[in-house]
């Protein structure tokens, strides 16, 4: 089974950055299956739905919501099998426990549902 580590969540002001990571081991070619590698960052606040924020498949192609886009950048680095979100000019609405999430084959990379592997989560405040 895949398991995930995130971290590098905290508290910044309003219009600063954090960058989240997310330790992906315990997966192979008994668990891919037949699909490619999908990593997400998803959030939660105050028990919403959790939703999507940015997602990315082994060949790199890069999703985000349309509340992040331009301003979080998500990328892997596969020789350290680590998951990075990169968020710049936070806003108090970023406020959320983030959640990093892996599965294989994914057609819909920003949906919580479709994945099966979860992350602890890591705590994301920003102060106005």
């Known amino acids: 089974l895949a398991q995930l580590v995130a971290s590098g969540g905290g508290s910044v002001e309003s219009g600063g950055s954090l960058r989240l990571s997310c330790a992906v081991t315990g997966y192979g070619p008994s668990t891919s299956g037949s699909g490619r590698l999908c990593l997400g960052w998803f959030r939660q606040f105050n028990g919403k739905p959790r939703e999507g924020v940015a997602a990315i498949d082994t060949d790199g192609t890069a999703i985000y919501s349309e509340s992040v886009k331009g301003r979080f950048t998500i990328s892997q680095d596969k020789d350290k099998n680590t998951l990075y979100l990169q968020m710049n000019n936070l806003t108090p609405e970023d406020t959320a426990m983030y959640y990093c999430?892996?599965?294989?084959?994914?057609?819909?990379?920003?949906?919580?549902?479709?994945?099966?592997?979860w992350g602890q989560g890591t705590q994301v405040t920003v102060l106005s």
């Open positions: 999430a892996a599965d294989f084959g994914l057609a819909r990379l920003l949906w919580p549902d479709e994945y099966n592997y």
